[in-house]
């Protein structure tokens, strides 16, 4: 099992970026996904999920009415779109999935975490 985060990279504020996450060895159309990031000397939060149905969703307040996040399950793919992007969501995003119907905002609720993927966001 492996889920495959990529489309990190240095950005401008006010710039966009695509994080994509692919799997293989699971059919993620069972499972809720979410992105977490972790900044330097912080704990892992998550800042966006979406539920297995794709119907139902959750930003953290800090990214909402920025970010977006969308499954393809006919790819097995999850996406988080970035827009207008601040210095402060400079930090490694990560994908993880929940065999949930519902996004759970605890760490230790997802079963498969993906490596990781830097997003730096310059002033």
């Known amino acids: 099992v492996q889920l495959q985060a990529s489309g990190g990279g240095l950005v401008q504020a006010g710039g966009s970026l695509r994080l994509s996450c692919a799997a293989s060895g699971l059919t993620l159309s069972g499972y809720s996904m979410g992105w977490f990031r972790q900044a330097p000397g912080k704990e892992r939060e998550l800042v966006a999920g979406?539920?297995?149905?794709?119907?139902?969703?959750y930003y953290a307040e800090s990214v909402k009415g920025r970010f977006t996040v969308s499954r393809d399950n006919a790819k097995n793919t999850v996406y988080l779109q970035m827009n207008s992007l601040k210095p402060e969501d400079t930090a490694v995003y990560y994908c993880?999935?929940?065999?949930?119907?519902?996004?759970?905002?605890?760490?230790?609720?997802?079963?498969?975490w993906g490596q990781g993927t830097q997003v730096t966001v310059s002033s």
């Open positions: 993880a999935a929940d065999l949930a119907t519902a996004v759970d905002i605890r760490t230790r609720a997802y079963d498969y």
């Open positions: 979406i539920n297995w149905s794709g119907r139902g969703t």
